[in-house]
């Protein structure tokens, strides 16, 4: 679903004020760098001296390429945000060996941790009389087992990863609709409102992968201050570890619940029979999706009149 993602934005110009605006932030710490390496506020004030001297054409030529410069920056790193997505993700190359091993003995922790939390709560909720105190750690199992894929997985070896895995895979295991393959189709008959909900949170998400992009480049500055090499390290790992796995909760809930809310219009669009009950939605959902991927023949289903 990744280049469909890439795809769905605003407007050309929203767009690049959205990517500008963080590139303004990462130039301007960029060049606060620069002027304590070389003497601090005098620095800047030599800067701005040799600007004064400058014509008007010169002063306006510096100004375009400054801002070019700012925004080139920061459509960069906006072709960048989808790659980095997929590594917090955890889709990591299979080169050298140790990384793929890595990958390997982190799936394998996160399924043992699966499985012992899974257990602990089986056993939680056949206990006879369970207390206050089983009660909030049932609900807390919960919650939590919810941010996995159902077992046994597949997992992924990262927080951000098992999160956005486990929400395109519940419609699947709930309604039988494979979420990558019927997504374009689905997305197309979903209201302007829904819509605008699940851009605005997946917009939210790329701009936390972005921070932790523009926290590792501003480590490039240490050169001129140490003091760039502990900033920006501290903005990338916040972002990686807090703002990401956060914002990709929200989306991933926004994705399920585009399909809890608005699969019937899907079914009515493909003049599909809606389904009866749950366990018949289920085997037409499978149905839909191999429709929708390669195609059936035959007579069944037969199709509803157009509304």
Not at 61 to 70: D, E, K, N, Q, Y
Not at 196 to 207: K, Q, V
Request: one cysteine or more.
């Amino acid at each position: 679903m990744t280049a469909f993602w890439s795809s769905v934005n605003g407007k050309l110009t929203d767009k690049l004020a959205a990517i500008s605006a963080p590139a303004l932030v990462f130039w301007l710490g960029g060049l606060a760098a620069w002027s304590l390496g070389h003497g601090g506020v005098r620095a800047l004030a030599r800067a701005a001296g040799w600007l004064g001297k400058q014509s008007s054409f010169g002063a306006a030529a510096t100004l375009v390429i400054v801002l070019a410069g700012v925004t080139a920056s920061g459509l960069i790193v906006s072709r960048a945000t989808l790659p980095a997505l997929r590594l917090l993700e955890g889709y990591w190359p299979a080169r050298p060996a140790w990384v793929a091993a890595y990958r390997k003995h982190r799936v394998a922790k996160v399924a043992d941790q699966v499985d012992a939390e899974l257990a602990t709560w089986q056993d939680l909720r056949l206990k006879p009389a369970p207390e206050a105190s089983d009660l909030a750690e049932i609900y807390r199992l919960e919650v939590a087992l919810h941010r996995y894929p159902d077992p046994p997985g597949p997992f992924q070896p990262t927080r951000t990863g098992n999160l956005l895995r486990s929400a395109e895979g519940r419609p699947g295991a709930k309604y039988g609709l494979d979420a990558v393959t019927v997504w374009p189709q689905l997305w197309l008959v979903l209201p302007a409102s829904t819509k605008d909900e699940i851009t605005s949170a997946r917009t939210a998400l790329d701009n936390s992968v972005a921070a932790t992009l523009w926290g590792m480049l501003f480590c490039v500055f240490t050169p001129w201050t140490i003091l760039a090499l502990p900033a920006g390290l501290l903005v990338a790992v916040v972002a990686a570890v807090a703002w990401v796995p956060a914002r990709a909760e929200i989306f991933g809930s926004m994705l399920e619940a585009a399909f809890d809310l608005h699969r019937a219009a899907l079914y009515q669009q493909l003049r599909w029979p809606l389904p009866a009950n749950p366990d018949d939605e289920y085997a037409q959902g499978l149905l839909v999706t191999q429709y929708l991927w390669r195609g059936l023949t035959g007579t069944a289903p037969e199709f509803t009149p157009p509304q």
